[in-house]
């Protein structure tokens, strides 16, 4: 890289707009959307989508409601010709669906084109030719006056032939192709004279798209042009203004909000940012951006894994992991900070009065685009006591008590630490049953009764098995768990105290089953905790408080 890049690359000039009024603007609606998907994204892969692919995804976009698609450059490839000669004949296209085509202001592909959409109820021709300085001079070594003499006279051509086919719905959409790097004198003067030619009015629809062909400037001066250009373009009232972002400078999306924010009704762009090098503006991303700002997008992605499935198989691309909203990793915590934020918000939504999304780290609720909560938290050495508890409390039902988050964290972290990797949702569920005595329990609770003495004593008996060897116990308590205490201190010689206890029921049932968490501390202040679930919440208890002392037997706790 150069020590002085600025004797190679010039930064971009800013518009002169002062008095700009864009940046006290919010965005309250959507725009309208069209997916250039089976254009301008198909034409950037290395292996274009066959008529199968193709058909594939015209029904995703379809399915996920766009109303405006550009289908294909029909006078480009046979292919292309094809795919809407079948989507016409098949009568695949709804009737409240347009579809758009690309040409190229050449007599000839004006012609062919036109051939392509004999028969189609709603369709929108799409000229474009290059505007800009250096096009100009390296490309086409035409003059300002040769260039606006093409686009115009490709624009007669092409309202003879839409007259020429009245039962059809035309739209004309013209693009300045070059626009973001176009002076913007020039961008304005060609854009009036194609829409002199048009005269765009009601029965005449007019777009005039107005494309970062590539970015060259931040997206506020994008912002300035589009601007700019809608204050001065004296068909503004009679046109809709489009936008086609690409990415280049990683903006696209930004420059797309701001543009809209400028006075622009449309956005073109691809699922997933697909298009040639670094892609055309996010459609899925941009559109869920206004759900989460409470607006609704005018679009569906309630299935998203979907979605990705089908855009991967017909582009053959992957959508990447850390992609917004889409990839696999966009709702999952590792951080043991975050997990704790996540988790204390989803318990705070069960006690709100109302729907207002409020999750720490989750600008969306995953649910709303088909998504469980199974990925929101992913454990591994940076995740803290709260990530094993939020994984055992959404697949099994236990809420752990916060001191028993805190020990089976610890021996959470003992394993990730020493695998070095993530540790599973079916893992954790076995470390912890094997940590609280909930598989082949060393001490196991047989049959016992309870009953209270004259003196208000509860007398407890039980038959406990160790290592296949039965042990009948017997003690005295002012409830069933200090009986239990006391029966077993005498049998095992073991000194120890309940520290802790709590239990919950496991479902909204009459007949769930309900699980107790039981904390003891030994001698030397050693403790241990045992868990027990059964269908009687005083056996559950009991199992509990043997696994506990199991566990602190295992431990030296005597």
Same mark, same amino acid.
């Given at each position: ?43 950037s ?20 409601? /766009? ?24 009568? =695949? ?8 085509v ?6 000839d ?7 392509s ?22 490309? %086409? ?30 739209? /004309?959409?013209?693009?300045?192709e070059? /626009? ?8 304005l ?16 629809? =007019?777009?005039?798209?107005?494309p ?6 931040t997206?506020? !001066? ?36 701001l ?7 449309? !956005?073109?762009?691809?699922? %997933? ?30 299935? =998203? ?12 691309l ?8 889409a990839?696999?990793?966009? /709702? ?25 999304w ?27 006591k ?37 540790m599973t ?15 082949a ?17 509860l007398?407890?008996?039980?038959s406990?098995q ?84 199991a ?8």
């Amino acid at each position: 890289m150069l020590q002085q890049p600025n004797d190679k690359y010039r930064a971009f000039p800013p518009v002169a707009l002062n008095d700009r009024q864009w940046p006290s603007k919010t965005l309250t609606q959507a725009p309208r959307w069209l997916s250039t998907d089976l254009r301008d994204g198909n034409q950037s892969l290395a292996e274009p989508m066959d008529s199968t692919r193709k058909k594939l995804f015209w029904q995703l976009l379809l399915q996920c409601g /766009f109303k405006e698609i550009e289908v294909a450059f029909p006078s480009a490839s046979q292919t292309d010709f094809n795919f809407v000669r079948e989507l016409i004949e098949q009568r =695949m296209i709804p009737d409240d669906v347009s579809i758009q085509v690309l040409t190229q202001a050449r007599s000839d592909l004006i012609d062919r084109t036109f051939v392509s959409l004999e028969g189609a109820k709603n369709a929108t021709v799409h000229l474009y030719n290059a505007t800009a300085p250096v096009f100009r001079r390296l490309v %086409f070594r035409q003059s300002k006056e040769q260039i606006i003499e093409l686009a115009v006279n490709a624009t007669r051509l092409i309202r003879q032939r839409c007259e020429e086919q009245p039962q059809t719905n035309w739209t /004309f959409e013209y693009s300045p192709e070059t /626009f973001c790097f176009t002076e913007l004198d020039f961008a304005l003067e060609i854009c009036e004279a194609v829409a002199a030619v048009w005269q765009p009015c009601a029965e005449r629809p =007019m777009i005039v798209n107005l494309p970062a062909t590539v970015e060259v400037s931040t997206p506020n !001066v994008y912002a300035d042009q589009i601007e700019y250009f809608c204050r001065h373009f004296s068909w503004r009232p009679e046109v809709c203004i489009s936008v086609h972002p690409h990415n280049d400078r990683g903006t696209g999306i930004a420059a797309a909000e701001l543009a809209l924010l400028a006075g622009a009704d449309r !956005v073109e762009g691809c699922l %997933f940012g697909n298009g040639e090098r670094t892609g055309n503006v996010d459609l899925v991303t941009m559109a869920l951006n206004f759900y989460t700002q409470g607006i609704n997008p005018g679009l569906d992605f309630s299935q =998203m894994k979907q979605v990705v499935d089908l855009v991967e198989q017909c582009n053959q691309l992957p959508v990447h992991p850390r992609h917004p909203y889409a990839g696999e990793l966009v /709702f999952t915590a590792f951080s043991g900070s975050h997990q704790d934020a996540i988790k204390k918000g989803f318990a705070a939504r069960k006690e709100q009065q109302d729907n207002v999304w409020e999750v720490p780290y989750l600008p969306l609720d995953p649910a709303d685009i088909g998504c469980n909560y199974e990925a929101v938290i992913r454990v591994n050495s940076q995740s803290g006591k709260s990530g094993a508890a939020w994984m055992i409390e959404q697949n099994h039902g236990l809420v752990l008590p916060r001191a028993l988050q805190q020990d089976f964290s610890q021996r959470v972290q003992q394993v990730t630490d020493g695998e070095g990797k993530e540790m599973t949702q079916a893992a954790i569920w076995q470390l912890f049953r094997q940590a609280y005595g909930l598989t082949a329990p060393q001490l196991q609770l047989g049959e016992y009764r309870s009953q209270s003495d004259s003196h208000g004593q509860l007398q407890f008996e039980a038959s406990v098995q160790q290592d296949n060897r039965p042990y009948a116990v017997a003690g005295r308590g002012n409830g069933l768990l200090s009986a239990a205490v006391d029966a077993l201190r005498q049998a095992f010689d073991v000194s120890f105290t309940i520290q802790d206890y709590h239990e919950h029921t496991l479902g909204q049932r009459s007949d769930s089953r309900s699980v107790a968490y039981l904390h003891c501390t030994f001698a030397g202040n050693h403790s241990a905790w045992g868990v027990g679930i059964d269908s009687d919440v005083s056996r559950a208890s009991l199992q509990a408080l043997l696994n506990a002392l199991a566990q602190g037997q295992l431990a030296g706790g005597k």
